[in-house]
């Protein structure tokens, strides 16, 4: 590994990489030790990670923050058993101790011994000329004073506005007993705008933002300037000021492109994770080849796409990230693997096994998830519903993987009235079963968007970053949690 | 090889770093340590699947430069790593403006003394993986034997934390001190006749391992709620009387907890920013936090600036008696911190609650529900709560309430209230409080909801 982004104000000190001396030799001995007991499998993930955050609030920067990170963590497989052991210390009795923490998990089965590593090599889906940790600070402050002064400028009635950038740079190493060695370097740069408007004892908050793995050079691009953010957020904001109460019931949807793809995260996404299929205990569990939406739905999950949130060139198992079909007109194609459940299905790694850091053992995980496009107008679409909701923005979702059963909240949605948008809705959730939901699909856009939102995804505790994506979608049918009772 | 957490040393590590940044130039400084070591098992269909044993420890500093403030996070603890990291955090102040009321604690309002709250379990490091792995093989088993229709099982994990928090300020503060977790859950998985799957757990936690329940008990009721939900169907849309079992409750209450901080209300992200002083709730609702039961789950001595912790009463019979309020968000508000910081080592002191309790009532909790039609609800889903306006929405699951009794299982609705309307709304206040965990509710009761479902 070579040096980590320095310069600048943040890492003015030339630290050396904390990786720089974890090598092939190292990794060998400790794969050994790991296997000692009679592990089948074992392998090593090292983990370094610098970041910082600034925040501007009431027009002033409040408060900033910068966070290094490294460690190594250490698994051991036996059967579907996982061993786990982690530690911050890179000494080499520290190291050597967690293998064969790890390792105990085997306990007294056959010996295995590593194969010699070989590197794995493949293009860079995220290339970065400079990492934003390496500019001054200064110039990261303008961004943030940008967007503040964009979003107050946008309406007397904006009585609040904070705007934050966090930034980080993230270093794997993974070493596998099977002979792997994989490298990746992760950047991510995230703006995110929250604006309040006040009007007459009305209050009401609205967000927008980005994250991006780029350099500083994304608020440069066609529309990512920090000023569409800080518009954005007070046009949310004041849209909803005279937001009415929202229709409570089962009636036709349609799901705005871009960030409605959270629905299909939630709905079809974690239930095409190959550990709860695997286990049994998912909704698709034996459905593969069988009809499981709407022939018009076609889902994939990519992790190939230049530059996205959820992108990976490797994931935190070694596997190259891929683009995985997973449900073809209507049909379910694949799931969403990692080691453990691939061996178990016989098939091949997808590149989805991932972690939130070294603290923690992969998972099955998605990337960036989302619907193609189809033939229909989206204004056509709109116009098709006589009394309908339309949902432009969502907070998150959350879903019961063994049933499918999900529950959206949106923040920015408007009622549909004789196939035109009228009145802004607060407060509406929407509930329904996952493959249900997809059955009633009727009409999708051209218009496919992937949302360059900041979407987070949690799973037993651990929080990877994903990217969602869907055209304009209608839904014949669907639960409007509102509080008005027809 | 769980090593022991050691509050003495991190003591040590937290006065060494705040006198290197005190070197480096910062004009205050306040450092937390944690070191923890964490063993989690988890077992399913009587098969090991996961032993994770592992020791972890961070350092969390900030700075105060001219009311400049920088924050930072290291896992470094080499003396020469700490040096030039106390240095490069000092620098970090210059690019922060300066905000006067950015600063520590005055030094009288310091913490003198760390009281003991009895949150260490001395037999909890004898906890091995083999035996945690028995203990949750126990509860699964007793889940799996209990009826046939439990078909599948999501596992069994047993958990423990044993974590030392140090803190050293320069506004006249060092302390320390140690706790023990343990806990259990189980989560077995039932196939319906629709072919829908239906899974529900039962859950089991304390700071000592004699508070636990038995693993056996853990399954059977994890069993018993899984079993209970089949069946389970939407109901029509209509306005009913809501009845919260604890753990649904315990949520309503979080997100009052989010409501009431001084964070939130300066920052006007609160609804109930000018609400002090009045009812925003029923009288028959008393909030309070409490950070100094002795074994409780959010008991802490001191809070994450250095002050002595102390009991608030937040809501008093509906009245609204005090935000929860750090320093800086008092000074925001032009009052005195209520010794509510919380802090992680990853960021700067937050308001954050501690053992937020709603006092149980005297009605027995089946009581509540003796309504002619209503929804019992057992949990919540979704993230449907604006706290600026209280408009709130969330999924829910539960049973149907006919004449008095729970007549079937609910799935796939949402309840829509105002925040502040169902709070105010509150007309049944059971006897049942639930201690597991540091947000602790009883069966709570609100007079109308709209269910959204067919």
């Given at each position: 590994m070579g040096d980590f982004p320095t310069g600048g104000k943040l890492f003015r000190a030339r630290t050396a990489n904390p990786l720089a001396g974890i090598d092939a030799v190292v990794a060998e001995k400790l794969l050994g030790e790991a296997l000692a007991s009679g592990g089948e499998y074992a392998d090593l993930y090292f983990e370094f990670r610098c970041g910082a955050d600034f925040v501007l609030e009431e027009a002033q920067v409040r408060s900033v923050g910068r966070a290094l990170v490294v460690g190594l963590g250490v698994r051991v497989l036996r059967g579907d058993a996982t061993g786990y052991a982690y530690t911050e210390e890179l000494s080499a009795a520290r190291m050597s101790e967690v293998a064969r923490t790890a390792g105990q998990i085997a306990a007294a089965g056959r010996t295995v011994a590593p194969v010699a590593l070989t590197r794995l090599d493949g293009s860079d889906?995220?290339?970065?000329?400079?990492?934003?940790?390496?500019?001054?600070?200064p110039e990261k402050l303008a961004l943030l004073r940008r967007a503040d002064a964009a979003a107050r400028a946008f309406d007397a009635r904006i009585v609040r506005v904070e705007a934050s950038l966090s930034e980080e740079w993230r270093e794997i190493l993974v070493f596998t007993s099977d002979g792997r060695l994989a490298q990746d370097r992760q950047p991510m740069l995230r703006l995110g705008v929250h604006a309040v408007a006040e009007e007459g004892g009305r209050r009401q908050g609205g967000r927008s933002g980005t994250a991006l793995r780029r350099g500083l050079e994304l608020f440069a691009l066609?529309?990512?300037?920090?000023e569409e953010h800080g518009r954005e957020a007070a046009r949310i904001a004041l849209a909803m000021l005279h937001a009415e109460e929202a229709p409570a019931g089962p009636m036709e949807v349609v799901l705005g492109p871009g960030e409605s793809g959270i629905l299909l995260h939630e709905a079809v996404g974690h239930g095409l994770e190959a550990d709860f299929n695997r286990k049994k205990t998912s909704n698709y569990t034996d459905q593969i080849g069988k009809s499981v939406a709407s022939q018009l739905c076609t889902v994939v999950d990519d992790a190939t796409i230049g530059h996205a949130r959820g992108s990976v060139n490797v994931d935190d198992e070694g596997n190259p990230g891929q683009r995985n079909l997973l449900i073809e007109n209507g049909i379910l194609r694949g799931y969403l693997q990692d080691r453990i459940s691939a061996r178990h299905f016989h098939s091949e790694a997808t590149g989805n096994g991932r972690r939130e850091s070294f603290r923690c053992q992969p998972l099955p995980r998605m990337t960036n998830t989302f619907l193609l496009g189809g033939q229909d107008d989206p204004e056509d679409i709109i116009r098709s519903v006589r009394r309908g909701v339309y949902a432009k923005r969502f907070s998150g979702g959350q879903v019961n993987i063994s049933n499918g059963d999900f529950v959206f909240s949106l923040t920015e949605s408007y009622l549909i009235e004789d196939g035109k948008l009228t009145a802004p809705l607060r407060g509406v959730n929407l509930i329904g079963n996952g493959p249900e939901v997809l059955r009633q699909v009727t009409m999708v856009g051209h218009d496919f968007k992937l949302s360059e939102g900041t979407w987070t995804c949690g799973k037993d505790g651990q929080s990877v970053p994903v990217g969602v994506g869907t055209p304009t979608v209608k839904i014949a049918r669907i639960t409007v949690g509102g509080t008005r009772t027809p | 090889m769980s090593r022991l957490p050691d509050a003495r040393r991190c003591q040590e590590w937290a006065e060494e770093m705040l006198s290197y940044a005190l070197a480096a130039g910062a004009q205050a400084a306040e450092i937390l340590v944690r070191d923890a070591s964490e063993l989690e098992v988890k077992v399913r269909l009587g098969e090991p699947e996961l032993v994770k044993d592992a020791g972890s420890r961070a350092l969390g500093l900030r700075v105060l430069r001219d009311h400049r403030v920088a924050v930072a996070y290291t896992s470094d603890f080499a003396p020469a790593a700490m040096r030039q990291f106390a240095r490069e955090s000092v620098e970090l102040c210059e690019l922060a403006e300066p905000d006067p009321l950015a600063d520590l604690p005055e030094r009288h309002e310091m913490a003198r003394e760390v009281p003991d709250?009895?949150?260490?379990?001395?037999?909890?490091?004898?906890?091995d993986a083999a035996r945690a792995l028995r203990l949750a093989r126990q509860g699964e088993q007793a889940a799996l034997q209990l009826d046939r229709r439990v078909t599948n099982s999501d596992g069994a994990v047993m958990g423990r934390v044993m974590g030392a928090t140090a803190f050293a300020s320069s506004a006249g503060f060092s302390g320390g001190y140690r706790g023990t977790n343990l806990s259990l859950v189980v989560t077995p998985v039932c196939d319906d006749a629709d072919g829908k799957k239906r899974n529900g757990y039962h859950w089991t936690s304390s700071r000592f391992a004699s508070g636990l329940l038995e693993p056996e008990a853990v399954g059977l009721e994890a069993a018993r709620r899984t079993l209970a939900k089949l069946g389970s169907r939407k109901i029509a849309t209509c306005q009913v009387p809501a009845v919260f079992a604890p753990e649904a409750a315990r949520a309503l209450l979080g997100q009052l907890a989010a409501v009431v901080s001084g964070g939130a209300v300066w920052r006007k992200s609160?609804?109930?920013?000018?609400?002090?002083?009045?009812?925003?709730?029923?009288?028959l609702v008393t909030v309070v936090d409490h950070p100094l039961l002795p074994r409780a789950p959010g008991s802490r001595p001191f809070d994450g600036e250095g002050l002595a912790a102390r009991p608030n009463v937040v809501v008093s019979e509906g009245v609204l008696r005090t935000f929860l309020c750090d320093v800086y968000s008092a000074r925001k508000l032009g009052r005195r911190s209520t010794g509510s910081a919380g802090r992680g080592v990853g960021g700067g002191p937050q308001v954050s609650t501690s053992n937020f309790v709603l006092l149980a009532g005297k009605t027995p909790a089946a009581d509540l529900e003796r309504v002619p039609q209503g929804l019992y609800v057992t949990d919540l889903m979704g993230f449907?709560?604006?706290?600026?306006?209280?408009?709130w929405s969330q999924g829910a699951n539960g049973f149907w309430i006919d004449n008095g009794s729970r007549v079937h299982p609910v799935s796939e609705v949402t309840i829509s209230i105002n925040f502040d309307d169902l709070w105010k709304s509150i007309d049944g206040v059971g006897d049942d409080l639930d201690t597991r965990s540091s947000v602790q509710s009883p069966t709570l009761r609100v007079s109308r909801v709209t269910v959204a479902g067919m």
């Open positions: 889906i995220y290339p970065v000329s400079e990492s934003s940790l390496a500019r001054p600070g066609p529309g990512h300037a920090p | 709250l009895d949150l260490w379990d001395e037999t909890a490091p004898s906890l609160s609804y109930l920013a000018a609400r002090e002083g009045t009812a925003v709730a029923s009288p449907g709560f604006n706290p600026v306006t209280g408009d």
